[in-house]
């Protein structure tokens, strides 16, 4: 199966961009006739044919429409704190997008390494994890913005807090109900501060705790957002 985003679909037939035609010619070896799949971004799923084709043109008319293909019932942010090495926040990105996020905030926090973040190369990252992974819905990447404007903002539904300091907090699998839109903060590789966990309580958040093991911060994030996806499967 081969899709590609066309986030700018509005007629037919519609030309796909000069690097996908080169994809579709070239690396694909794609011809006349054959069929690919286009993705928006917005829900909608499209079935193409082929009509003309070359190196630096490609031509399909659209002859299916799948709208809100494969939506949630719920909504997923995870706001997170991108880690010092870029690589390990990019697969956070990939994986998260795979598994099934709507939205997802970088956040600049007291313990942060990272306080730069180029928000184009995300939109790269998540827009090749959503090809792979057939998602017609793109998440939605905010400009890294700070940790009190985020825990501040209003969120229809469950927030949350992730952090390994000491006291009683509950863990994830537990707290979620299917259908239940949850924000989820993940902090920085030195954890959140006892300030910002503070703020975060303040401002109707919940503690929780992603198991025993403590994990780095990309991975406690996939941990969270698989788990909210295995929590609506059921």
């Not at 054959?34 to 008319?61: E, H, P, Q, W």
């Not at 300030?195 to 975060?200: G, P, R, Y």
Request: hydrophobic share 35%; net charge neutral.
């Amino acid at each position: 199966m081969h899709i590609f985003y066309s986030p700018d679909i509005n007629g037919n037939p519609y030309r796909l961009t000069e690097n996908e035609a080169k994809h579709c010619c070239c690396v694909l070896r794609l011809n006349i006739d054959d069929l690919i799949y286009l993705i928006d971004g917005r829900g909608n799923f499209y079935t193409a044919k082929i009509v003309d084709l070359s190196t630096k043109k490609c031509m399909v008319d659209i002859v299916d429409i799948k709208n809100n293909y494969e939506q949630r019932n719920y909504k997923l942010h995870i706001a997170i704190a991108p880690t010092k090495n870029i690589d390990r926040f990019e697969w956070f990105l990939e994986k998260s997008t795979e598994i099934g996020i709507d939205e997802i905030t970088p956040i600049v926090c007291e313990h942060s390494e990272r306080q730069i973040l180029k928000t184009e190369r995300a939109e790269k990252v998540i827009i090749a994890a959503a090809k792979q992974s057939i998602k017609a819905f793109l998440p939605k990447i905010n400009e890294l913005t700070s940790f009190k404007k985020i825990a501040e903002q209003n969120f229809d539904g469950k927030k949350l807090i992730a952090h390994c300091h000491d006291g009683e907090k509950t863990l994830l699998q537990k707290i979620i109900k299917p259908r239940e839109n949850v924000l989820i903060f993940i902090g920085p590789e030195g954890d959140f501060s006892k300030n910002e966990i503070q703020f975060a309580l303040q401002n109707n958040f919940t503690e929780i705790s992603l198991g025993n093991s403590r994990l780095r911060t990309e991975t406690a994030a996939v941990h969270a957002c698989s788990t909210v996806c295995l929590i609506n499967e059921k």
